[in-house]
């Protein structure tokens, strides 16, 4: 069974830091290929979700939301197979709950997309950030 363990998430005034943990997001038993995207998307309550970081595994590139450019940063530690998301400037809009996420490359469909519809994703951690 696929598991993406998600850790890190809590409440942080707004300004302040905190970093996301995810492990197992390149598990072999995932894909058999690395033509897929691991990364967050974040969805607060009654709205869309929203793809905030992700890596292309095939290459590592990295990609960004609009919205987190700056802000966040997303790595990813080969030897412990843990994806992170560093985010620091939060603000109050941040809040939502975090999903670690992995998602096939498909024609037409950017990295952002890929990561907030994905084939696989983790259980979440919550994320709040007060003024």
């Known amino acids: 069974q696929v598991q993406l363990v998600e850790s890190g998430g809590g409440s942080v005034q707004a300004g302040g830091s905190l970093r996301l943990s995810c492990a197992g997001a390149?598990?072999?038993?995932?894909?058999?290929?690395?033509?897929?995207?691991m990364g967050w998307f974040r969805q607060a309550p009654g709205k869309e979700r929203e793809g905030v970081a992700a890596i292309y595994v095939g290459n590592t590139n990295t990609y960004y939301g609009d919205s987190v450019k700056g802000r966040f940063t997303i790595s990813h530690d080969n030897a412990k197979d843990t994806l992170y998301l560093q985010m620091t400037s939060l603000r109050p809009e941040d809040t939502a709950m975090y999903y670690c996420?992995?998602?096939?490359?498909?024609?037409?469909?950017?990295?952002?997309?890929?990561?907030?519809?994905?084939?696989?994703r983790g259980q979440g951690t919550q994320v709040t950030v007060s003024s």
């Open positions: 390149t598990s072999t038993s995932l894909y058999d290929h690395t033509r897929y995207y």
């Open positions: 996420a992995t998602g096939r490359a498909r024609r037409g469909m950017g990295a952002m997309q890929a990561v907030a519809d994905p084939d696989y």
